[in-house]
């Protein structure tokens, strides 16, 4: 009995010492050669996003509402948090940390070390100060530079119904640096306004703030809600030749409720069919608000069930619950065309 303890703690330790020769070899081999980046040695038809917006821990917003969505859309997507708080503005009370322009220029560099900044688009929403915007210039100049074909979608959040949730330098940074280098922009009516200093208060209003736009730089812009005349529109607006704008605009349904995180997630799914259909904006957003307000009536529903009155309070979307819509809208809202 006590020599068949004895051999087997004896025969134990080559077993053991073979396993750390084995294991330290493969750990040696990893360091000299690791594993190929999947998104870049096999990229998606769709395209690799770089997303650079805010993050709560609780809620849909920011790159909450935007990276499900594309993901779904079968994109590649790396999120980067310009901020990263609890819980969203809505509640009481929120606690959190703020990404700096040189902290956002770490990780930029830390992913150029490694080859990693092949992206076929970026993707900015809420920036909340002058240095992280300036350090968002960067990172375009930077990422065009490895791929000279970026797509840069700017969702420019400055604020709504007449009131800024940013500084007011912010506004002449976007409109005289940001708008000139996007791609395509997504402003709300108030935002527009604030980048064109057009006031917008009809439909020909909000074509001529698409002009002005397009002039400074971006060949696709679609203000993402215009309230005229106690209807609520989207106007799009695609610059095939200078000069020449395809416009439209689609009707959508007011719903009695507010709700957080819609614009993120908006502008998520315009990048996302535009994309897919880069010749046909109109569809794009067809597709975009299609998906949004099924997942808008699922949330009312959803709220409705629980007992809650969906006009006292700020609802969270429902974003996971939504996943059929968002991959195969039924398009149920239609574009008509300007002339």
């Not at 500084?167 to 940074?173: A, D, G, I, R, T």
Request: charged share 20%; aromatic share 8%; hydrophobic share 40%.
């Amino acid at each position: 009995m006590l020599k068949s303890v004895f051999i087997g703690l004896f025969e134990a330790k080559p077993i053991r010492s073979f396993c750390i020769f084995r294991l330290s070899r493969s750990l040696k081999k990893w360091a000299m050669a690791p594993p190929p980046i999947l998104s870049l040695a096999l990229p998606s038809e769709t395209g690799r996003v770089l997303s650079i917006q805010s993050h709560t821990v609780q809620g849909y917003v920011g790159n909450k509402s935007a990276v499900f969505p594309l993901q779904l859309l079968g994109y590649d997507v790396d999120p980067i948090n310009s901020v990263q708080f609890s819980n969203h503005t809505g509640y009481p009370s929120f606690k959190g940390q703020v990404l700096n322009g040189d902290q956002l220029w770490d990780l930029i560099e830390g992913l150029e070390a490694n080859d990693l900044l092949f992206y076929t688009h970026l993707l900015t929403g809420y920036i909340g100060s002058i240095s992280f915007l300036n350090t968002i210039l960067k990172v375009v100049d930077k990422l065009r530079s490895i791929n000279p074909n970026l797509t840069y979608v700017c969702d420019p959040v400055l604020g709504d119904e007449g009131k800024l949730y940013v500084p007011q330098e912010l506004v002449s940074v976007y409109r005289k640096k940001v708008v000139p280098v996007a791609t395509m922009l997504t402003p709300n009516q108030f935002e527009a306004e604030q980048l064109t200093g057009l006031r917008i208060t009809s439909e020909q209003d909000g074509r001529e703030a698409c002009n002005i736009l397009h002039a400074a730089g971006p060949s696709k812009v679609v203000i993402t809600s215009i309230n005229i005349d106690g209807n609520l529109l989207l106007i799009g607006s695609h610059q095939k030749e200078k000069g020449q704008s395809l416009q439209f605009k689609i009707l959508i349904p007011k719903i009695p409720a507010y709700f957080t995180g819609t614009g993120d997630l908006t502008t998520a799914l315009l990048l996302g069919w535009s994309n897919k259909y880069p010749e046909n904006l109109d569809k794009a957003a067809e597709l975009s608000v299609s998906s949004l307000q099924a997942l808008l009536a699922r949330t009312i529903n959803d709220y409705t069930k629980a007992g809650h009155d969906c006009q006292s309070s700020s609802l969270e979307i429902r974003l996971i619950q939504s996943q059929d819509d968002i991959r195969n809208p039924e398009i149920k809202y239609k574009a008509e065309m300007y002339n």
